[in-house]
């Protein structure tokens, strides 16, 4: 069977954090030619990643939905590059989400579709998804929440047209993968300082394999998952967070656990160490642990 995936609605419960953000600078005429651009950029990049980091420890939902924006909203973004001359390289990004609140209930909608050549004209990209998440708020500790995911690789197929006969037959990867879960989830504490929430669902994954020479095989799992997000302030500059996530299938048996610990020494200064353990039990080495170090100073 294929490693069944399962996402849960919970994100990272940590209190709202200061992070100054980095100033924008203008470049002088000529930096396109003579490399400072790309240099910019890579700059502009690593320090989105840090902000992205800390934004995603934070979580709107951790002492309910009180504050939640209510009404229809969203967001929709287009990139497009295309060359010519030493290459004929394209690529096409169009992405959106909207959502949708209405007093306990919540729910979006997120699109993305990607399209790319490489320099020879060839496809190598082609992939559409599309995401579903809702929540509905019985009081302020009991809710349910609803999940889905649906993503199509256009390249499956296609691939074989061009990498050989030698190729296509060992091409096994997947062409289309479903997934719909739910589950209910309740608040244990919900105070100022200490915020526990846990949430438990069953959900169901549809995978199908492309091979062009080959019959298409087609897999339905189910697996049960079982998440927890815990939050603790111990003062105005330190709080901590523990997420933790079970998931048991037919495939295989997978948890994660991430600690943190957040600091913000003033308006200017946050920093967020994170030990992460990962476990899957159909792996030779089962476990694998990552630590991460983020740092914001501006001035």
């Known amino acids: 069977m294929k490693k069944l995936v399962l996402l849960t609605s919970a994100t990272a419960i940590v209190a709202a954090l200061s992070v100054p953000a980095f100033a924008q600078t203008e470049l002088a005429a000529g930096a396109n030619a003579t490399g400072v651009g790309a240099v910019d950029d890579t700059i502009t990049d690593i320090e989105d990643a840090v902000i992205d980091d800390f934004d995603r420890s934070r979580d709107a939902d951790r002492f309910g939905p009180a504050d939640r924006r209510q009404g229809l909203f969203g967001s929709m973004a287009l990139s497009y590059s295309g060359s010519t001359g030493n290459s004929e390289a394209q690529d096409l990004g169009i992405a959106g ?168 020494m003033s308006e200017q200064l946050a920093t967020k160490v994170s030990y992460t353990t990962e476990y899957q039990s159909d792996r030779d080495i089962r476990t694998d642990n990552t630590l991460g170090v983020s740092l914001v100073y501006g001035f």
């Open 97 to 264: 989400r909207v959502s949708y609140n209405q007093g306990p209930f919540a729910q979006s909608v997120g699109l993305a579709i990607e399209f790319g050549e490489n320099d020879s004209g060839d496809k190598d990209k082609e992939e559409v998804s599309a995401i579903y998440d809702a929540q509905y708020y019985f009081n302020d500790r009991f809710y349910a929440f609803a999940l889905g995911r649906f993503s199509v690789d256009g390249l499956v197929d296609g691939v074989a047209d061009y990498a050989g006969d030698d190729v296509a037959e060992e091409l096994t990867d997947l062409r289309r993968d479903g997934f719909l879960g739910f589950g209910p989830g309740y608040r244990i504490i919900n105070t100022d300082n200490t915020a526990w929430r846990v949430q438990a669902g069953i959900g169901v994954r549809y995978t199908q394999t492309g091979q062009q020479y080959i019959d298409d095989e087609s897999d339905t799992d189910t697996g049960y998952i079982v998440s927890s997000r815990l939050y603790h302030r111990f003062n105005d500059m330190v709080f901590i967070t523990n997420d933790t996530d079970y998931l048991t299938s037919d495939a295989n048996d997978v948890a994660t656990n991430q600690f943190g610990v957040n600091f913000r």
